[in-house]
């Protein structure tokens, strides 16, 4: 394997490779803001797709659940191959940034087409039409989000200055989220109901167009990388990848995080609704408290990972998160106050977790490439992608299949129903208890993960 001027330096000085390698304020930038895009557009179906589709769709929860969930299966095969084909990728436009462009055009279009849908009079029907649809638009979404990931481990070796990069990534991340959660008060100023969403919609396309091809216009790219006829073996590199048995692991945690996440994204708006007793504008406002220590606690992690391991940083992340999750059954109804505090707390630690979870794995993405004839990072980061948002969505069934289990009975147009004392506390099990169950045990497998070469 040829080995670069700097990755030479690095192996005699890694100090030289540190700040040969420093991420500046325009690269940092330039890749972050992509992430403004990609988390709106995971982030706001996340958050109102449940609730659209039960309280304006008039569907059952537990149908609604198993639509959201069901076609995000296919998600296991078309991350890893879109990955793949990044890396093989030989277009002289760079083998990133032609699916990042690609991606853009058509995720903005699909989110546009979640909140637009036409009337259909049989439920089945509408149901199906919805999952044709979800299905559609995460496998279009799949295209910019597998090579938007794996561009971290092309634009810098050092596992510090990379931890830096992916904190720019957070920071813009918690812009997109917070965009996310403002639609609830964007869809009542819009006019509520089925045409707000609708006008929502466009406004959150555009956003998701212009925020994610930025990387494009603004980063170079990699020149495709010379490949033997063996490389190409699509399923080869699939097995070998699979081998390594601590990208296994890790695989293993971000799956079960990402079904706690998933559960909490789907059963927040519930829980804000009928537990808290509070209008959707609440929401928003919990989540600017949240982003906005995101965004803050950014530098105090990126310090924490140089001093301490990633799974050390992990632990503390989740044992303050955990805290935090049971603070929101202390909050009475309706009061306002204690919502942007619990949701500040919750920031600081959940914005750990996700950095540290995201750097492993492209410390695993880089390592491979330095020690190995493999440079799959798409592979890699499509596999990772794939676990997650199946995870992801596997919360969000979860929440679905708990809501139905309890009673909870879908409305039409947003006609709200009338809910029963039990379904008000299986929306509180949903969103606090299934939130701490599934975090426990990804708490439980960071601490088995004995093996720690993540210290820089």
């Known amino acids: 394997m040829s080995v670069t001027g700097v990755e030479a330096a690095a192996q005699i000085d890694p100090q030289s490779r540190r700040r040969t390698e420093r991420v500046d304020l325009g690269t940092g930038l330039g890749y972050g803001v992509g992430m403004v895009g990609e988390r709106l557009f995971r982030d706001a179906p996340a958050l109102l797709l449940l609730v659209f589709m039960t309280n304006y769709l008039g569907i059952p929860p537990a149908w609604a659940g198993v639509a959201i969930f069901v076609p995000k299966l296919m998600l296991i095969f078309v991350d890893p191959f879109v990955g793949f084909r990044s890396d093989t990728c030989t277009s002289r436009f760079g083998r990133r940034r032609t699916f990042l462009a690609l991606g853009a055009l058509l995720s903005a279009a699909a989110f546009v087409l979640m909140f637009n849908v036409p009337v259909i009079a049989a439920t089945p029907l509408r149901t199906l039409y919805m999952s044709v649809l979800i299905g559609a638009a995460f496998a279009v979404y799949s295209i910019y989000s597998v090579p938007y990931l794996s561009f971290a481990a092309d634009l810098c070796s050092d596992a510090y200055q990379r931890t830096r990069l992916l904190a720019y990534r957070m920071a813009f991340l918690a812009v997109g989220?917070?965009?996310?959660?403002?639609?609830?008060?964007?869809?009542?100023?819009?006019?509520?109901?089925?045409?707000?969403?609708?006008?929502?919609?466009?406004?959150?396309?555009?956003?998701?167009?212009?925020?994610?091809?930025?990387?494009?216009?603004?980063?170079?790219?990699?020149?495709?990388?010379?490949?033997?006829?063996?490389?190409?073996?699509?399923?080869?590199?699939?097995?070998?990848?699979?081998?390594?048995?601590?990208?296994?692991?890790?695989?293993?945690?971000?799956?079960?995080?990402?079904?706690?996440?998933?559960?909490?994204?789907?059963?927040?708006?519930?829980?804000?609704?009928?537990?808290?007793?509070?209008?959707?504008?609440?929401?928003?406002?919990?989540?600017?408290?949240?982003?906005?220590?995101?965004?803050?606690?950014?530098?105090?992690?990126?310090?924490?990972?140089?001093?301490?391991?990633?799974?050390?940083?992990?632990?503390?992340?989740l044992g303050g998160y955990l805290v935090s999750n049971a603070l929101w059954l202390t909050v009475p109804p309706k009061l306002f106050w204690p919502v942007p505090v619990v949701g500040f707390f919750a920031g600081c630690f959940a914005s750990g977790l996700m950095l540290m979870l995201v750097a492993m794995m492209s410390d695993i993405a880089v390592d491979k490439r330095v020690t190995s004839?493999?440079?799959?990072?798409?592979?890699?980061?499509?596999?990772?992608?794939?676990?997650?948002?199946?995870?992801?969505?596997?919360?969000?069934?979860?929440?679905?299949?708990?809501?139905?289990?309890?009673?909870?009975?879908?409305?039409?147009?947003?006609?709200?129903?009338q809910q029963s004392h039990l379904v008000r506390i299986g929306i509180a099990f949903s969103y606090v208890g299934l939130g701490t169950i599934f975090y426990l045990l990804t708490l439980g497998l960071i601490v088995r993960m004995r093996r720690s070469p993540w210290r820089t």
Do not use: H
């Open 177 to 317: 989220l917070n965009l996310s959660a403002s639609a609830g008060v964007l869809i009542e100023r819009f006019g509520g109901g089925v045409a707000g969403y609708g006008r929502m919609s466009y406004l959150y396309g555009f956003i998701c167009l212009v925020t994610m091809l930025l990387p494009v216009l603004l980063l170079g790219d990699r020149p495709a990388v010379v490949r033997e006829r063996r490389e190409f073996e699509y399923f080869s590199a699939l097995r070998d990848l699979l081998a390594d048995r601590l990208y296994r692991r890790l695989l293993l945690v971000n799956f079960v995080q990402k079904i706690s996440e998933g559960v909490g994204y789907g059963s927040f708006a519930y829980f804000f609704l009928y537990w808290l007793d509070q209008p959707m504008s609440a929401i928003g406002a919990c989540v600017l408290a949240s982003t906005a220590a995101q965004i803050l606690s950014q530098p105090v992690w990126v310090a924490a990972s140089r001093r301490f391991s990633r799974g050390a940083c992990c632990m503390v992340s």
């Open 373 to 417: 004839d493999d440079r799959f990072e798409g592979l890699i980061s499509g596999i990772w992608l794939a676990t997650e948002k199946i995870g992801f969505a596997a919360g969000g069934l979860l929440v679905g299949l708990t809501l139905g289990a309890f009673g909870f009975t879908e409305s039409v147009r947003g006609l709200a129903a």
